[in-house]
């Protein structure tokens, strides 16, 4: 283990060592500090990316599997939030359990809370640190202040960071310096759905933009369906409110600085803890600055900004109420430099510093906090006109910290946490070969990093408190690693406008950390009955995907694809039938997925359909003693969506939309079945 440690610090002096010889090569400006998307798409004849090696790109081009939603699709989806958009995308799980409550995964290994996505909205990460999850209806961002959802498949530590092994999903809003957005919009609907949101952007002369955004939610939840006795009571009917303020300025041609602000109250009935259906409550902030600097060493970067989160779990046991309270916090400071060396090399490193805390004396019996400091080096290289290399390189290093009172009988002490630290690296290397102007082939490997979450290690929970043992967390967790290799093939097919993209990819992931709620059962030393967090062997996968998406000048346009995901497990759970974990992978994913749509626009009609059939899969819920875990057969369904959309003036847009018009109630999760919606919406842009 020291020469392990060893190895690996000497890799991170290594990587900070080339960081430093980057920054003092003769260099070439790197280009605008501030990215004009609007600019770009009108260069490129398409949408672009600078999310992967940061300079402007295709999705073909990148050395990632991306895919780019922009703001017309999301219109014309009838979405009410992000997950409704992301459900028609494909190798995207989307399970929803709630009106507000909702699991996204990439690729397989979903789960309540999944821990396994990264969500940035510009650059700034927004999941929960307690089981490092997404709360999407508490986003601080409206729908129409997006110009683009960027999903980018597969392990992505290097280039992203330390929890990016699923994926990512990256929310990219409208420029207030390039963009001017003032659109109001009203929704209402069944489930007495009702919801607004407003987006104004000023300009301060011609150097500076700000852009404010408000907007939010009240409806009936959908009814409890197969919850029985405290998972019925303890449910709320959800709302959300949330606000945001964004700011660029231009100090000088080439210095830039933004800020952002934002401030949301959410209500939402989801799982807290994983089979258990309660009620949460969130009062989120956040707030940063940074600046952006053209100089003779590159495109410069400097940020920080911190996010706080109040949280209140309301759950039900034996009739009695429970009320859990919890703060979390997360402080990040982030620099970066862009360099270009020649026509052919790009290079970017960065650091990071950031530091996570979730405070509860309830859940962690004190305060669990960590602080990472990481190190990253990517080098793009135009080897020929057709030929690309990109090798990007990311060190964590993660120190533990427990202040607090530990649980009595587990045999852990605040030593055993305080002792903990961890440094590893995360690698993605991709080849992307343009063989013709029309062919694109594209290969990657990726090494990916899941830290454990703050409540992996640190978990309080005495007996009696959801069921008759206890659930603590464990400071001897290791990370999970997730290897990945990628085939992908990209056609333009310019006699119908459509473009074919296909994948395969085999996937492993070495020490699987199983959560409390679903590791083995153990005896600590005292003999007290309990379930630690673990590490509990490996899993892999497998998968394909073909997909085909297009337009033409008649005013059609449309999308076809399929998905295939094989995951098997080798771990030590769920030995013998039935399985009572809810780290079951190999059965809790649908292996085949198949999605279409058709859309049609001409003068001022809009009409669009989409649809989502998948195969059955396995999902958990507490029996109603809440003593163990019970396996639900979710059944392969069909949902499909359809929106028309008509331009009553320049200005004016009405919309009726209807979610799932195919079944009045379907069963996605082992939670509430989802129910049909009917809504209409009037949208006024300036």
């Given amino acids: 283990m020291q020469n392990t440690r060893a190895v690996q610090a000497a890799a991170l002096r290594l990587l900070l060592w080339l960081l430093c010889g980057a920054a003092a090569a ?9 990215v004009d998307y609007g600019a770009l798409e009108q260069l490129f004849g398409e949408p672009v990316t600078t999310g992967v090696t940061g300079k402007p790109q295709r999705a073909t081009d990148a050395p990632a599997n991306i895919e780019i939603i922009t703001q017309d699709d999301i219109r014309r ?7 409704d958009v992301l459900q028609f995308v494909a190798g995207v799980d989307v399970r929803r359990e709630g009106l507000g409550s909702t699991d996204v995964g990439i690729r397989g290994y979903n789960q309540a809370s999944n821990p396994h996505l990264m969500v940035l909205v510009n650059g700034r990460q927004v999941y929960m640190v307690d089981y490092g999850r997404i709360v999407w209806d508490a986003l601080p961002v409206q729908l129409d202040e997006i110009r683009q959802i960027e999903v980018i ?8 960071g330390f929890n990016a092994v699923g994926g990512v999903i990256n929310i990219i809003t409208y420029d207030p310096l390039h963009d001017n957005v003032n659109v109001a919009t009203v929704r209402g609907g069944t489930q007495d759905y009702l919801d607004g949101s407003v987006v104004g952007t000023g300009h301060i002369g011609d150097s500076a933009g700000v852009r404010l955004s408000a907007g939010g939610f009240r409806a009936d939840d959908f009814a409890p369906g197969p919850l029985t006795g405290d998972d019925r009571y303890a449910r709320q009917s959800p709302y959300s409110g949330n606000f945001n303020g964004d700011m660029r300025w231009q100090i000088t041609p080439s210095v830039e600085a933004f800020a952002d602000a934002s401030y949301g109250h959410n209500r939402l009935a989801d799982q807290e803890p994983p089979g258990v259906f309660g009620t949460e409550q969130f009062v989120t902030s956040s707030i940063r600055a ?22 209140g779990i309301d759950n039900v046991n034996d009739g009695v109420p429970i009320d859990v309270g919890e703060y979390q916090s997360s402080y990040v400071v982030q620099g970066s430099d862009l360099v ?3 026509a052919d090399h790009t290079l970017r490193f960065g650091l990071e510093y950031r530091a996570d805390a979730d405070d509860s004396g309830d859940l962690a019996g004190g305060r669990i906090s960590n602080s990472i400091y990481a190190a990253s080096l990517m080098w793009d290289w135009q080897v020929t006109p057709a030929v690309t290399v990109t090798n990007a390189i990311r060190v964590d290093d993660m120190k533990l910290h427990y202040a607090g009172t530990l649980l009595p009988g587990t045999g852990l002490t605040t030593a055993d946490y305080n002792r903990v630290s961890l440094v590893e690296p995360s690698t993605n290397s991709g080849i992307v070969w343009k063989a013709t102007e029309a062919d694109t082939f594209r290969l990657t490997i990726a090494r990916g990093v899941q830290l454990p979450t703050l409540l992996q290690y640190g978990l309080q929970i005495p007996p009696g408190f959801y069921a008759p043992p206890a659930f603590v967390g464990n400071p001897d967790l290791h990370p999970s690693i997730v290897w990945n290799e990628e085939l992908d093939y990209d056609r333009s097919l310019a006699a119908i406008r459509s473009t074919l993209r296909t994948a395969v990819f085999l996937q492993r992931t070495d020490d699987v950390i199983a959560w409390p709620f679903g590791a083995p059962f153990s005896f600590a030393p005292s003999g007290l009955p309990v379930f630690f967090s673990a590490n509990v062997g490996y899993s892999t996968a497998a998968g394909a995907e073909i997909g085909i998406k297009g337009h033409n000048s008649a005013g059609f346009h449309w999308n076809a694809s399929y998905s295939f995901v094989s995951t098997t497990d080798h771990t030590v759970l769920n030995q013998t039938p039935p399985p009572t974990s809810i780290v079951e992978y190999g059965n809790s994913t649908p292996r085949n997925v198949v999605i279409g749509g058709i859309g049609y626009a001409r003068d001022k009609w809009e009409l669009d359909v989409q649809a989502r059939w998948q195969s059955s899969y396995l999902d958990f819920r507490m029996n109603p003693q809440r003593t163990y875990l019970l396996p639900i057969e979710i ?8 929106r028309v959309g008509y331009r009553v003036t320049d200005r004016v847009t009405l919309g009726l939309t209807a979610q799932q018009f195919n079944q009045s109630q379907l069963l996605e999760t082992a939670g509430p079945p989802v129910e049909r919606r009917i809504i209409g919406s009037v949208s006024v842009r300036m």
């Fill in 635 to 642: 059944d392969n369904y069909l949902t499909a969506t359809a």
């Fill in 26 to 34: 003769t260099t070439t400006p790197a280009g605008a500090q501030s």
């Fill in 340 to 342: 270009k060396l020649g």
């Fill in 77 to 83: 989806s009838g979405a009410t939030t992000i997950p």
């Fill in 153 to 160: 498949k597969g392990p992505n530590s290097a280039l992203y």
């Fill in 290 to 311: 940074g600046v952006n600097a053209d100089t003779r060493f590159g495109v410069v970067s400097l940020s920080a900004y911190r996010s706080d989160a109040r949280v």
